[in-house]
């Protein structure tokens, strides 16, 4: 009676005797993927910028302890020029803010327009100056205001800006940009204090893809999605 054959181990095979193997058993193979370029923040920068005028929808949840669930809001950001910041809320209510030469101008239906400097909310300053120098590309100016760190890939990226301004600093600690390639995704904003919540704002193809979400559970894993 002739013996088994032993089964070879495979690291004793060559690459192409293993490669025939199996192809010859029907096993799948492939080659493993090249990790992704890593990214900087000069690279996410030179993707995010944009002509002006231009817009993005946004979908931002609002939770207080005077409401039984958060509120859902959504409309739209634009920037006509590189001097004016709209946000344009169009639901649940029609509320137009403007940051405008140090200015916020806040105009809500039936309601007299409010007006205030900019230097009473440094944080709609940071977000002025922010948005502004993203949307231009513009890394100098944003690093006028912010400590810029980068991580992840060149399709799955997160770029965090640490505040400067101290009376900024006193309230935002930092400020989260997620994206894939090109696309700003989502902005977090988290606060200085602890405990406090972290402000989330979905653009762009997160704000469509949104859909009726209405937990800040939801919509933070929305967020979060674009690191992968």
Request: hydrophobic content about 45%.
């Amino acid at each position: 009676m002739t013996a088994a054959t032993p089964t070879p181990r495979l690291r004793n095979w060559s690459p192409a005797l293993l490669l025939l193997a199996l192809a010859w058993s029907g096993a799948a193979w492939s080659v493993a993927p090249e990790p992704a370029p890593a990214v900087d923040a000069g690279w996410i920068l030179a993707k995010l910028a944009r002509p002006l005028p231009s817009r993005t929808g946004f979908v931002e949840l609002r939770d207080s302890k005077l409401l039984q669930e958060p509120l859902r809001i959504a409309g739209e950001y634009r920037r006509p020029d590189a001097d004016t910041l709209v946000r344009e809320v169009r639901a649940p209510y029609a509320e137009t803010t403007t940051i405008r030469a140090g200015e916020v101008s806040i105009a809500r239906s039936g309601k007299a327009t409010r007006r205030f400097s900019l230097s009473r909310a440094p944080e709609l300053a940071g977000l002025q100056a922010s948005f502004g120098a993203l949307l231009a590309g513009d890394r100098k100016r944003l690093e006028q205001h912010y400590t810029l760190a980068s991580e992840g890939s060149r399709e799955r990226w997160t770029l965090v800006l640490t505040p400067k301004d101290a009376a900024m600093a006193e309230k935002v600690r930092a400020i989260a940009l997620y994206g894939r390639g090109a696309e700003l995704r989502c902005i977090e904003t988290r606060p200085a204090a602890d405990g406090g919540q972290a402000q989330r704002t979905l653009l762009a193809g997160a704000a469509r893809e949104a859909g009726d979400v209405a937990s800040a559970t939801a919509l933070a894993a929305l967020c979060h999605a674009a690191q992968g």
